[in-house]
Each structure stands twice: as C-alpha cells, then as structure tokens.
C-alpha cells in the first residue's frame, strides 16, 4: 500500500505557482521522497526526489519538513502543460515505486 | 535519464489470445519492473524482470498469466496469456538507471481486449 496522502485534486492558475502537499508520517530513515507526474496517455514522469534537505531542479522545487513527515512540491509558474496527476511516493533508492491515487492538478488560465 | 522503447505501442486483440510487450533500453540499468495501469485508476506493480531468473510476483499477479522474461540487462519481455477483456490496460516497462539510480518508464503498451 502507499505510504503517502495527498489531496485528490487541486486547481491552479496559469503563471501561479503551483503548491501540491503530500504527507508521509510514517517514512523511514532510509526512504526518499519522490515525486512523478502523468500527464494524460503519458508513461510517468520523474520530476525530483530527495531524502532530507530541500532540492530544486529545472521543474520544481521539494520542500520537506525537519521531522520528514510531510513535504511539498513547487511549481513555481504553473502552465497549461502542468495539468497532470502528480505523485508523491516514499521508496528506497533502487527499488520498485508503490504508487497512490496522486493530486490531479488543473492549470486554467 | 533513459530512453525506454516499448512495442507495440498499442494493440487490439481478440479474448482468449496472448500478446507479448517488449520494452528495450538505450543505457545500462539495474532493475527492471512491469506495472499495469487500469482504466481510470494508479499504476500497480506487477513484477520485478529479473536477469536471467524468474520473475518477482507482487500479490495478485502469477507467472502462467504474467510471463516474463528478462535475458539480458536492457531488455524484457510480458506477456499477457489468455487475454479478456479485463485485461485492457496501459502495460508500462520501468527502469533504474545504473549511473545515477533513478526510476523512468516507458510509455506503455495500450492494450484493448474484446
């Protein structure tokens, strides 16, 4: 089963950032957080991962919490092309991803 | 990253018959897994294609409806056996990358049985 919680559906306006929650209270000391989105048809998308402190890539930014039990992905100027189902999972690195529902999020303009 | 081919993309078949979905990688990789993905619904493991082995089944999941077959480090195979209708799915090959140990997929196999 998930180890994640996350809303089933947010909305967000175009050029706004994007804050999509995930809670994860029970992860481990060894278990990353990461996060996946899919866009409609589309194979699953890595967007970014991390185990402790905050990570910023080109597509986002994560920011966990001190005691690791909650975390949230950034978007920081949603587009139109970010409506997709984003995932938050908590693995081991290497391992197989148990995926939950995920936060469906609409972009409007 | 990784580019992962699965083919057929997509395909119709009939009840009762089998298909089987390749999925080919262009990098060196550890792990190889299969997922299926239900009209409307996440992506559920399958099993995890192990190197010249039998496969890992999850619960639920069993080697004569799920064959799989993984003979060298980039590629793998499923097969769907005695398909029905149920089985119409997205079928989606996934890979961890050996340089830097992160997870892609592929596109996935849209499968339609009648």
């Known amino acids: 089963d998930a180890k994640t919680t996350q809303p089933p559906s947010m909305d967000c306006a175009e050029g706004r950032a994007a804050n999509l929650p995930c809670n994860h209270s029970t992860i481990s000391g060894n278990e990353y957080v990461y996060w996946y989105r899919q866009i409609h048809s589309q194979g699953p998308q890595y967007i970014i991962h991390?185990?402790?402190n905050n990570e910023t890539n080109e597509m986002a930014s994560l920011i966990i919490t001190e005691d690791r039990k909650s975390s949230t992905l950034i978007l920081p100027h949603a587009t139109l092309r970010d409506t997709a189902v984003y995932y938050c999972?908590?693995?081991?690195?290497?391992?197989?991803?148990?995926f939950g529902k995920g936060t469906t999020l609409s972009v409007s303009s | 990253s990784a580019v992962i081919s699965q083919k057929p993309s997509r395909d119709i078949c009939q009840r009762g018959t089998s298909l089987t979905i390749q999925c080919q990688v262009d990098s060196q990789v550890t792990m190889m897994f299969w997922y299926r993905q239900q009209p409307g619904q996440s992506l559920t493991l399958i099993a995890t294609?192990?190197?010249?082995?039998?496969?890992?089944?999850e619960s639920g999941f069993v080697i004569d409806k799920f064959p799989i077959s993984r003979p060298n480090l980039t590629f793998s195979t499923l097969t769907v056996s005695n398909m029905s209708p149920e089985d119409s799915s997205i079928y989606l090959c996934?890979?961890?990358?050996?340089?830097?140990?992160?997870?892609?997929f592929g596109e996935g196999s849209r499968l339609t049985v009648l």
């Open positions: 991390g185990l402790k």
């Open positions: 294609a192990n190197q010249g082995s039998e496969a890992t089944y």
């Open positions: 999972i908590v693995n081991q690195a290497g391992t197989a991803l148990i």
């Open positions: 996934s890979v961890v990358v050996l340089a830097s140990g992160e997870l892609f």
